[in-house]
């Protein structure tokens, strides 16, 4: 299934209902190609199937494995340099 935005006002010929200028309409992936080649609607995009909705992840509450993220250094700099770039504080 298929959804997309009307760019214009039609007669729908799948289940025979009037659609709007800017409506969003779902329909199957052919019958959307079509009116998307006839220039009737815009911005088509797929919607997961049913069976995709319903299938659960496989690893979905599994522990992972990555390493934490590193700390930021709280280091600052000592007093700025005459030429406006900061020098590195030494020693800490």
Known sequence: MKAAVTNRCF???D???HVKTGQT???EDAYI?????GGL???TRMMPDPEELKA???DA???SYASPAAQ???SKTAHPSKRGRPRKQTGA
Do not use: D, H, T, Y
């Open 11 to 13: 007669l729908r010929s």
């Open 15 to 17: 289940i025979k209902e």
């Open 25 to 27: 309409i779902i329909g």
């Open 33 to 37: 190609n079509e009116l998307s080649r």
């Open 41 to 43: 609607v815009r911005e």
């Open 56 to 58: 659960p992840f496989a």
């Open 61 to 63: 509450g599994e522990k």
């Open 72 to 74: 930021v250094s709280q």
